[in-house]
Structure formats: C-alpha cells, structure tokens
C-alpha cells in the first residue's frame, strides 16, 4: 500500500519534532524553568509529547511510560510536582518519538480518510487520520512556538 501522501503530512511533524529536539540542546535552565505564556516552559514543551497518545492511541492501546504525572502533561493547574529534566526530556522525546512514528507507519494513503475510532471517541467528534496528522503537526508546532519566543524574549536566538 501506498505511502506516499502519509510521508508528505508526516514531513512537518518531523521538522517540528526535530526543533524540539534541538530546543533541548539550546534551551538555557533559566529560561526552561521561566513561566511563559502561563505556563513553565519544560511543560509547554512536555504537552507536545503527552498528547501524542491522545491523538493516535486507539482504544485498549497502552500509553508511552511518562516521567511524571498526568497533570503535567495535559497543562492542569493541579499539578505542582518538579520540573521536568532535560535528561528526562530526551529519553521521553525518544519513546514519544517511537508513539508517532509507529501511528504514521500504520497508515496507507487509502486509510487516510478512515475514521480515527480513539481521539474520535475522546473527542466525541468525527475526525479522520488525516485530519490527526494535521493536528499533530500543528498542535506540535503551536507549543514550539510559545517555546521560541520565551528564548527570544530573554535575548536568544530561537530554533524557528
């Protein structure tokens, strides 16, 4: 079965993960711990890789084992534990990675428009594969953003 168009949506997720990767590598602790845009920095980046499994986990799936609470990774106000690591980060990003990767190996151009059974369910709304893959590309894409410009407000040269 065709991949073809599955690789072109998978592309922009790709570059995203790859600029929170390098996030990582330039990302000073003061800025990492600063809240920005409501929220810790290490969380804006922590959700994009918490929700990978409430986008392509379908139902009776298993979660990626994350580092810390629920509450972290989902923005909750509740939550009021330590901060993520950066080594926790790169390990997390790594299985997470793993999560992604292996819903995009699922998919053939043909199933593209077949109805995703789990984040349909949670959602209570009708979405497609390709409509995830657009989400995740976006949503990913939406954090990094508020990840960049908390470096470029302290001075530094963003990854985008």
Not at 27 to 34: E, L
Not at 89 to 100: D, F, I, P
Request: aromatic fraction near 10%; hydrophobic fraction near 40%.
């Amino acid at each position: 079965m065709s991949q073809a168009i599955v690789q072109h949506l998978k592309g922009p997720y790709d570059r995203t993960l790859g600029m929170l990767e390098q996030y990582l590598e330039v990302c000073p602790d003061a800025v990492w711990t600063k809240t920005f845009a409501a929220w810790p920095v290490w969380r804006q980046w922590y959700h994009v890789f918490a929700s990978l499994d409430f986008f392509t986990r379908q139902e009776g799936g298993a979660d990626t084992p994350a580092p810390l609470a629920p509450e972290a990774g989902n923005l909750s106000a509740e939550y009021t534990g330590p901060a993520l690591t950066k080594e926790q980060a790169k390990a997390y990003l790594a299985a997470a990675k793993k999560t992604g990767d292996a819903y995009f190996a699922g998919l053939t151009d043909a199933t593209l428009t077949d109805r995703n059974e789990g984040l349909s369910a949670r959602l209570n709304t009708e979405l497609s594969h390709a409509v995830t893959a657009s989400m995740l590309s976006g949503h990913a894409s939406y954090h990094l953003g508020c990840c960049d410009a908390a470096l470029r407000e302290a001075g530094l040269k963003g990854v985008f």
